[in-house]
């Protein structure tokens, strides 16, 4: 069987010393991404809605949830979730958005991302990224 | 020395052979290790932060690296063996030969985008998806899903013709050949491949399909052959960037090898046509 790593696990044991400095950064002064999205201004709106029968949630992600702890460095400040578990996302330079399941085709807000991913998912559940 | 050949061009042998060491890799649990490598660049390289892998200037001496890794553990496997490249502008369907089950199988079904033949169907047991971001552990595709189109040889040309290799501010934003050709920006390049595809190859964790190899020893024949046609048209930044890899800084993850080093493809593997 598989074993299921949080997300931020897996990374560590990937890419260490990235993630690392990153996650490290966040601690003690925000991280250039966050501050950057800090200064586009103009964060996106919370939603939280169903689409084609799964919970779709987003909104600042300093606020307790799960997902707070790695958007640090990488996520900005922004945190997507399906049916609870964090979708992966990043916002691109020109204001559009990835995920982790979309991540070539940027769309125009967080909850555009959401409902690719959902589409994409059919049915599927997000899961953490899990190593075999 | 290495060759690297157009994936249309191998023989059955040639063919047996690549898939042979690809499903090696994976028994071992080498594979697997790639394609946490890649999702972890995917996720922590940001515009506005540290860059290496992706939506930056050294997006392609990192998968030229990244390919060599591959390639080499391959060749430990059966040294005959070199990466394809799929030239995506001349096999552009779905029928394409790539596509076939003597090679890499072809779309997935309609009702869950499970390929269903060829060596790296879940069916045949070898190919279990295990690095995911979601609970299918098969692998799956939508070749052309939509009536997307691949790029076509006169988009690639036209990105081939800037002379410019990067700009400020070294991300998705930029103009010039690296971003246009990764395809953040202008005709999309290197993004709407993935896209067209479909499945895990639309994804951070890319690698999981085969084809991610042929996609990208594409990509990286392209940068070969604007070198070839911009031979006075250097790689940027050369130094002092912040969150960016310049010419002599290394790269992570392997600390050991800078963009300079990787420039010139010739001291590891040549293609099978003149840049």
Known sequence: MSTVLTRRRALGAAASAAVGLAAGRALTAPAPAFAAAAHQGTAPEAFDEIYQGRRIQGGPSGGGHHGAGHHGGHGGDYAVRVDGEELHVMRNADGTWISVINHYEPLATPRAVARAAVRELQGAPLVPLTLA | ?275
């Not at chain 2, 899903?145 to 006169?154: C, D, H, K, N, W």
């Open chain 2, 1 to 275: 020395m290495t060759v690297r050949k157009n994936q249309a061009q191998l023989t059955a042998a040639e063919k047996r052979g690549f898939v042979a060491a690809v499903l090696e890799l994976k028994r071992t649990g080498r594979y697997d290790t790639f394609v946490t490598t890649h999702n972890a660049f995917i996720m922590s390289d940001t515009d506005s932060g540290d860059r290496v892998g992706h939506r930056s200037p050294s997006f392609l001496p990192w998968h030229r690296r990244f390919l060599l890794e591959f390639e080499r553990a391959l060749q430990a496997v059966d040294p005959s063996v070199a990466l394809p490249y799929w030239d995506w502008t001349v096999d552009r369907t779905p029928r394409a030969s790539l596509w076939a089950p003597d090679f890499l199988g072809g779309t997935g079904r309609a009702r869950d985008g499970q390929v269903m033949d060829g060596p790296f169907a879940r069916s045949a047991d070898r190919w279990t998806v295990s690095v995911r971001v979601d609970g299918r552990d098969f692998l799956r595709r939508a070749l052309g899903a939509g009536g997307r189109q691949l790029p076509t040889r006169a988009e690639v040309d036209a990105v081939l013709a800037m002379e410019t290799y990067d700009m400020p501010p070294w991300n998705s934003a930029s103009d010039g050949f690296r971003n246009h050709l990764e395809g953040w920006r202008g005709a999309n390049l290197h993004n709407r491949v993935h896209v067209w595809v479909g499945g895990q190859m639309a994804t951070g964790v890319s690698p999981n399909d085969p084809v991610f190899w042929m996609h990208h020893a594409f990509i990286d024949k392209l940068w070969a052959d604007w070198q070839a046609r911009h031979p006075r048209s250097p790689y940027l930044p050369t130094a002092g960037t912040p969150d960016v890899v310049d010419l002599n800084d290394t790269m992570r993850p392997w600390n050991d090898v800078t963009p300079a080093d990787m420039l010139d493809h010739t001291r590891h593997y040549t293609y099978d046509t003149a840049a």
